[in-house]
Nanobody, 117 residues
């Protein structure tokens, strides 16, 4: 099993920047990719950003050019950090951390991010 712990502020202002962190522990040595997805009620979950264990990144269309994801692994723990700039109310969503090994996807508890204008 992989345990995910998310951290970061939830209430942001228009034009501001967001930083979310996610720490994976447990069987973190088996994780091949981690990242963030977000979901708004009534809409499908969408990709924000992912990073592989070889530091290959992928970004969702809505955050291209505004998001940066980085990864650090030490002491049997992997931490990924998402930085998102130029926030607008359209970035309001529940952001969920995700970790994948070859068989399973693991999810964090979700962080509500609200951007006020």
């Amino acid at each position: 099993q992989v345990q995910l712990v998310e951290s970061g502020r939830g209430l942001m202002q228009f034009g501001g920047s967001l930083r979310l962190s996610c720490a994976a522990s447990g069987r973190s040595f088996s994780v091949v990719r981690m990242g963030w997805y977000r979901q708004v009620p009534g809409k499908q979950r969408e990709l924000v950003a992912t990073i592989t264990n070889r530091d290959r990144t992928e970004y969702g269309d809505a955050v291209q050019g505004r998001a940066t994801i980085t990864r650090d692994s030490a002491h049997d723990k992997i931490t990924v950090v998402l930085d998102l700039t130029g926030l607008t109310p359209e970035d309001t969503a529940v952001y969920c951390c995700n970790a994948e090994d070859f068989l399973t996807k693991f999810w964090g508890q979700g962080t509500q991010v609200t951007v006020t204008s």
